[in-house]
């Protein structure tokens, strides 16, 4: 069943104030923002074009119809929504930080909405979009054009790269699980010289309180999780709640532990991630989730592994992993790739890793990697 929010309201994301410096150590703070300044402009433009992407997506969640369906060329399904949180996210950060140029690094792109055959599917995104915008009331009255809702999604065009600044969206993450009407995220982080300095990560389904053992009793659902760079992990409900910092498991006994994969079959070789829980002695069954909200769920402790292990040839996406690894590692955890090293954002659109992504707490990491050796090394010898 559906999960959704009824409120629209955002939440509200104080600008920095410097205190009652004298003025020039004032400009200077300005001009050198510290450490804990840096990127919170970048930090609330992020924050305002997630949240509004999400209520967008709940809004289209709501309405679902078939017809809302297309098929990429790869036979993975596009939505309007995809379309639409995409467009809203790239508008958001053009308006709020226009002093910048706009690198965008994003999934989807307008190809197939300027073929005769997405006429229909458009004009539904672009009133979909000037109804959010509206809804929220900051951007004035000016409509959206269809050919602007185009250009808007195709700003998603950038290569990244391990230069400058570049912004990577995942518009709806897991939108296999949007369809089920389950788990889905969208997904926004910033890159900087090849690292990531923020992410934000907007879960419209996931209960604000624990899903441990994948039960809740917690009837508001929604959630928005924030990172910087040596700032912590937060986490407010997606209609404003004050944010609560979080933290990862600190569980150091793997047997305790409860681990997470994706929800799809098809993302993950979950025979490889059995024999790794065996290894471990983990005696939970491992809870099967879609997108990054993963990610969330580890950020606040609600399960201490995340194994992801793609099948051969297949090639992971930037924007599938960066707003939820810094999630991850800003709230205590380690993310890296299946031989212990970190994740590489700086290559451009796609991950360089050849064998899987596991996260998990400082404590566990040790025998993690060792049961995912042993584990590799056995299908390796078996095949
Ligand atoms: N074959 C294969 N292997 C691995 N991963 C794949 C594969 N196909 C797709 N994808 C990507 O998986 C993204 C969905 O995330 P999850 O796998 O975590 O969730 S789920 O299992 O789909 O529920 C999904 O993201 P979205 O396209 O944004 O939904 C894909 O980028
Ligand atoms: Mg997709
Ligand atoms: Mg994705
Ligand atoms: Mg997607």
Not at 146 to 174: M, N, Y
Not at 304 to 315: D, E, M, N, Q
């Amino acid at each position: 069943s559906f999960c959704c929010l009824s409120s629209s309201r955002l939440p509200k994301f104080a600008e920095p104030h410097l205190l009652s410096l004298p003025s020039s150590v004032a400009s200077r703070a300005l001009v050198v923002p510290s450490a804990s300044m840096q990127y919170d402009k970048e930090l609330a433009a992020a924050t305002k074009a997630v949240s509004l992407a999400a209520s967008l997506c709940q809004k289209s969640q709501k309405e679902l119809l078939r017809s809302d369906v297309h098929s990429k060329l790869d036979r993975t399904p596009v939505t309007v929504a995809d379309y639409g949180s995409q467009a809203i996210v790239s508008i958001v950060l053009e308006r709020e930080l226009s002093a910048e140029p706009l690198s965008l690094v994003a999934e989807e792109d307008s190809g197939d909405l300027r073929k005769d055959s997405g006429e229909d599917t458009l004009h539904r995104i672009t009133k979909l979009v000037n109804e959010t915008i509206e809804n929220d009331g900051s951007y004035g009255a000016s409509l959206l054009s269809p050919e602007d809702v185009c250009r808007a999604i195709d700003s998603g065009k950038s290569e990244g790269g391990s230069f400058g600044r570049h912004w990577v969206l995942d518009p709806i993450d897991g939108t296999k699980g949007f369809l089920r009407g389950d788990q889905y995220a969208v997904a926004l982080a910033l890159l900087d010289d090849g690292k990531v300095a923020l992410g934000v990560l907007a879960c419209p389904n996931l209960p604000l309180a624990s899903i441990a053992g994948n039960v809740t009793q917690e009837n508001v659902v929604g959630c928005l999780f924030y990172a910087k760079v040596g700032s912590g992990t937060f986490m407010q409900s997606l209609d404003g709640s004050s944010p609560v910092k979080v933290h990862v498991s600190d569980i150091g006994n793997s047997e305790d532990a409860s681990l997470f994969e994706s929800y799809e079959e098809a993302h993950s070789m979950q025979d490889l991630t059995s024999s790794i829980a065996r290894k471990l002695g983990v005696k939970a069954p491992p809870v099967r989730i879609d997108s990054q909200v993963k990610y969330g769920a580890l950020s606040r402790g609600d399960g201490a592994i995340y194994l992801r292990f793609p099948h051969k040839g297949y090639r992971e996406k930037i924007w599938d992993h960066a707003a939820g690894c810094i999630v991850v590692t800003e709230a205590g955890g380690v993310v890296t790739n299946a031989a212990g090293q970190p994740l590489d954002f700086s290559k451009g659109r796609y991950l360089d890793l050849d064998t899987g992504i596991i996260a998990t707490n400082q404590k566990l990491m040790p025998s993690l990697l060792k049961a995912v050796r042993e584990s590799l090394e056995e299908r390796s010898s078996s095949l």
